[in-house]
């Protein structure tokens, strides 16, 4: 993982629960979305190709019928 990366999820002001999703090579063949929590992120694959979000602390995670996480954040977050 990129340094720069590194130590904006060490400087993030929030719990390590906060939600974080690592989308790679999107619409791509080799495609791949991950979703994880700040405590665990520094253990994702990140190159030039990934698109990282780093959730605030009002970021959920919701686990689908068919497997798939999907993320959201409340409207209600704006003021955070």
Not at 23 to 47: F, H, K, P, Q, Y
Request: with cysteine; charged share 25%; aromatic share 4%.
């Amino acid at each position: 993982m990129p340094t720069v990366v590194k130590r904006t999820m060490t400087n993030k002001k929030t719990g390590h629960s906060t939600v974080v999703v690592f989308a790679r090579a999107i619409g791509r063949n080799d495609e791949s979305v991950d979703v994880t929590t700040l405590a665990d992120a520094a253990s994702m694959v990140c190159d030039m190709r990934t698109l990282v979000l780093i959730g605030s602390q009002s970021t959920r995670k919701i686990e689908a019928a068919d497997g798939r996480a999907w993320v959201y954040t409340p409207r209600s977050a704006r003021g955070e």
